[in-house]
């Protein structure tokens, strides 16, 4: 499988009023095709290194890595002018919460003509058939009405299901999905995820999917990275998680409860200060 | 797969349109707010240490006559009375008489307002006009030198008193420089040449096609607006500094980004754009406290406006007409908020 | 204790008494103050305005109220009156210094009686609720709807001039905003667990409102106070240059600037000195008012 998005040695830094503070921690990692999962708790940095790719962080904060190839481009030697033409084209975000990560005064029609017209020649008419065809696309029932329609009236299923729609219309190649299900009811979680994974494979993208639900991740990606205190404690197969072998992996599937394995007592994760210590693990298998 | 939003559908519809209920509220709110404001002012009439019958009926008067006015102005009824008469005259526009100039206050104040509504509408433009900018330009630069000289700007604003600065600012520009007309509204020679249509000079001048004496009015005017400007701009920017800090740092401002957006696009049509309705109440405001700000100001331009008639009075002690001022700016005040508040509620899609 | 034994107890994360953990909160809270370098200006200019005041006749090279009538309008630099002297021969400085402690005292009267009315008002409206909140809040908001120059110009008018007056005039328009803060600040107090607690224990709203409420209410307040000060010494200057504050030949400043006024054009040093003065003090406060907030309430930090 050739890479569409090949990381290597990230490094995402802060400095703060007490010295610098490392977000991300050498983290390499190869995707194709297919979808990754990156799970962590929070502060692992799963959020950063997804932001990092995009180059969304801004001074004072310093992103480095060996490269940071799409489709062999080393994103990090493009101009902000040609990263603005990756984003969104190439690449896209879906970002957790819906009810803020959409502008609330404009509707969500001209929200996703923007989407549209960023990256395609043609007019609004054109742009707003578009709009009208992705939304359909995320099982919306009424989307000229939701065109009409401000954020802040749509439900939160609603809301990432237009977010959703917003962030593929132009097609990109990569989507990072920063815990997209995170903010939604459970009942809402299942269908929205649906959504995605039909997306997704139609438009045969490659999607980075970041959360801490270890099973979620488990059941909906290929593959799935670990991260703990920035760094990369191991990567495995989905269906082989099981097997896994560092402690923390294991820990975060000991302390979650099993129907089928009914146990006296949830295991508390012990968190060992080696492991922030021991260098990522690289890309494989 | 059919998936129905649950929030909107099916919710039971209000058996009548809501608005005609909030106008009503509104309106009652107001009504309220002026009767506090008019029973204000009608007790500090009454707590005057001078006799308002001496004032109008003078020393010598006789005891009958003295008896006489009394009763016609009404001062042997009970309070109550007294302030509902009171509220009907205000009803009616009637403020009473002033003692200076022995015409209607009402009358007064009608040729004065236009004066220094031309002069806080000529500050506020400037506020508008250069706080805005400025301000977006701090948020967005935050930290950098133009943010610092945005603070020292407001930091001057709020520490220097107005009619001082005015002062130090007629020395400079009209005394030392004489880049600018002196006090009043323009030259002895071209007052009253041109027909008063609004009242406002410049307004006036133009319409009459007389560019003279718009250029010499403007020539006055330069400086005591610009000097209320300052003020204006001193908060205008930075209420907007803060508003788009706040914006910034929104997750849909990261969206923006994501979707390829250039930073211009994400701060005018994005960050802005949600600032825009908070800027509404911000410059109402801003136009009230320059009404407010025209009192001190007027004085040292010479500017006969409402401020400097209020003042006037206050020295001549001619309560009516001190009264009667107040009542006005006051009323102004509850105006411009009431104003500020509806459009808030029409402009903002969340409050709805 | 030693020194660094002091510092170390101050500066502890586990202080073992409520007076150690006041202390400590204090001491830390200096720290993040110092490190402001134009709050620690605007304390220094208070400081400074504070040991003039007490100071004045110490420091004054004058008697403020002599007249000097052949020394009329001497320029600055005039020997013996550094700063000139005004149009009836009197020093500038002189009285710029005797003034500072007019500033001074309409200054600490109205922080006082403004913020105090204010928190009363806020506190049992907040407390209260119902038709006590709504009757509250009806006539607070009619003062605030007031253009307070014009409100405290109107009331000067009426009491007569002179600088106890304008105190009460100024007071009268600068209660508002505390009675608002108060009473926000005590409506989401008044939902919280200790509240119920201390209820369930009997204790009376009088009780409840005075030694649970206010204490927490008063870091917003100070705030604000310091911050409104500004404003308060900009309002009593425009009341003194209207003639209205203290009465002639008290040396209040802003009258000072009023007096000054006609010889603006050949002697502007008569009216500028009294406005720089204003405007040094008023920008003491500011500054001052700034560091507060970033101290106490760091998340409106501009």
């Known amino acids: 499988m050739t890479d569409l998005l090949d990381v290597k040695d990230l490094w995402v830094r802060f400095p703060t009023r007490t010295g610098v503070f490392d977000a991300v921690r050498g983290v390499s990692f190869r995707l194709g095709r297919e979808r990754l999962g990156i799970v962590g708790e929070s502060g692992s940095g799963k959020s950063m290194t997804g932001r990092a790719i995009l180059r969304l962080i801004r001074p004072p904060g310093q992103v480095e890595a060996a490269h940071i190839r799409l489709d062999g481009e080393n994103l990090l030697d493009k101009t902000e ?174 302390s979650l409860p099993r129907f089928d394995a009914p146990q006296g007592r949830l295991e508390v994760l012990r968190r060992d200060p080696a492991w922030a210590e021991t260098p990522s693990v690289g890309p494989d298998p | 797969m059919a998936l129905t939003d649950r929030k909107t559908e099916g919710r039971p519809r209000a058996p009548f349109p809501r608005w005609p209920l909030r106008a009503g509220l509104t309106l009652g709110s107001i009504a309220a707010t002026m009767l506090g404001l008019l029973f204000v002012t009608f007790m500090i009439g009454r707590v005057m240490p001078v006799d308002p019958v001496l004032a109008v009926v003078g020393d010598r008067a006789s005891p009958e006559m003295y008896q006489q006015v009394y009763e016609r102005l009404g001062l042997d009824k009970p309070l109550i009375v007294q302030f509902a008469l009171y509220l009907r005259d205000v009803a009616q526009g009637d403020l009473g008489m002033s003692l200076l100039t022995s015409r209607p206050v009402s009358e007064d104040i009608a040729r004065v307002f236009p004066a220094t509504l031309e002069l806080a509408t000529l500050g506020t433009l400037i506020g508008v006009l250069a706080g805005v900018p400025l301000g977006v330009l701090a948020a967005v630069r935050r930290g950098s030198w133009i943010d610092q000289i945005a603070r020292v700007v407001a930091l001057i604003g709020y520490s220097m008193p107005i009619f001082w600065l005015g002062l130090m600012g007629l020395l400079i520009f009209y005394g030392i420089l004489g880049w600018v007309g002196g006090p009043g509204r323009v030259s002895i020679f071209y007052d009253g040449m041109v027909p008063s249509v609004t009242g406002m000079i410049l307004v006036d001048s133009a319409l009459d096609g007389n560019w003279t004496v718009f250029r010499d009015a403007l020539s006055h005017i330069v400086l005591p607006a610009s000097l209320l400007g300052y003020y204006s701009l001193a908060y205008i920017s930075r209420m907007t500094r803060s508003f788009m800090l706040e914006q910034l740092s929104a997750e849909y401002v990261t969206t923006a980004r994501v979707k390829g957006l250039g930073e211009r696009a994400v701060i005018w049509n994005h960050a802005f754009r949600n600032i825009r309705v908070q800027l509404i109440t911000v410059v109402a405001l801003s136009y009230a406290g320059l009404l407010e700000g025209s009192v001190l100001t007027e004085i040292i331009f010479s500017w006969p406006g409402i401020g400097m008639y209020i003042t006037n009075a206050l020295l001549s002690a001619d309560m009516n007409a001190v009264l009667g001022g107040t009542v006005v700016v006051g009323l102004a005040f509850v105006l411009l908020n009431v104003l500020s508040d509806l459009l808030y509620k029409f402009l903002d899609p969340r409050a709805a | 204790m030693s020194g660094a034994g002091m510092r170390a107890w101050l500066l502890t994360d586990t202080p073992r008494s409520r007076g150690q953990a006041r202390a400590a909160a204090l001491y830390q809270g200096w720290l993040a103050f110092r490190s402001n370098p134009l709050a620690m200006v605007g304390l220094a200019i208070l400081i400074l305005l504070l040991a003039v005041a007490a100071f004045a006749p110490l420091i004054a090279p004058h008697d403020p109220f002599v007249q000097d009538l052949g020394n009329r309008l001497k320029p600055l630099g005039t020997p013996g009156h550094p700063l000139g002297t005004d149009s009836l021969g009197r020093d500038i400085l002189s009285r710029l210094i005797y003034g500072s402690r007019i500033t001074l005292y309409i200054v600490t009267l109205v922080a006082l009686i403004a913020p105090i009315a204010g928190l009363i008002v806020g506190t049992v409206a907040g407390y209260l609720g119902g038709w006590v909140d709504m009757v509250l809040m009806r006539i607070t908001d009619i003062f605030l709807a007031f253009p307070r120059l014009v409100l405290a110009l109107a009331f000067v008018a009426a009491l007569g ?86 009465q002639p030949p008290s040396p209040e400043w802003g009258a000072m600037i009023s007096e000054g006024r006609r010889f603006i054009l050949d002697h502007w040093w008569v ?32």
């Open chain 1, 81 to 254: 002018a040609q990263m603005r033409k990756i984003r969104g084209e190439r690449i896209s975000m879906v970002m957790q919460d819906p009810k803020f990560s959409l502008n609330p005064v404009m509707t969500v029609g001209e929200q996703l003509i923007e989407a549209y017209r960023l990256h395609a020649r043609g007019g609004k008419a054109q742009a707003r058939v578009k709009a009208l065809e992705m939304l359909e696309a995320v099982s919306i029932r009424d989307p000229e009405r939701v065109m009409r329609a401000y954020p802040h009236e749509m439900s939160g299923g609603m809301g990432q299901r237009i977010m959703i729609a917003m962030m593929l219309l132009p097609d990109p190649d990569l989507l990072i999905a920063d815990e997209p299900t995170s903010a939604l009811d459970v009942s809402v979680q299942g269908q929205v995820l649906q959504i995605l994974d039909r997306l997704v494979q139609d438009r045969g993208m490659g999607l980075v999917f970041i959360s801490h639900d270890l099973n979620l991740v488990a059941q909906f990606c290929d593959r799935v990275l670990i991260m703990y205190a920035g760094r990369v404690v191991e990567t495995c197969e989905a269906a082989r998680l099981h097997e896994a072998s560092h402690p923390y992996t294991r820990g975060l599937l000991n």
């Open chain 3, 271 to 302: 009216a500028t000195m009294p406005g720089l003065a204003i405007f040094t003090v008023s920008l003491g406060f500011n500054l001052l008012g700034d560091g507060l907030r970033d101290v106490l309430d760091p998340k409106n930090e501009t």
């Open chain 3, 161 to 246: 001039a002179g600088i106890e007056n304008a105190v009460l005039a100024i007071s009268l328009t600068a209660w508002p905003p505390y009675a608002r803060i108060a009473r926000a600040e005590t409506l989401t107090i008044r939902k919280s667990d200790f509240i119920s607690a201390i209820r369930l224990q009997g204790a009376g709203p009088i009780r409840i409102v005075t030694r649970h409420i206010w204490p927490l209410c008063i870091s917003s307040l100070i705030v604000r106070v310091t911050l409104d000060m500004a404003g308060i010494i900009l309002a009593a200057a425009g009341l003194g240059f209207l003639g209205l504050g203290a």
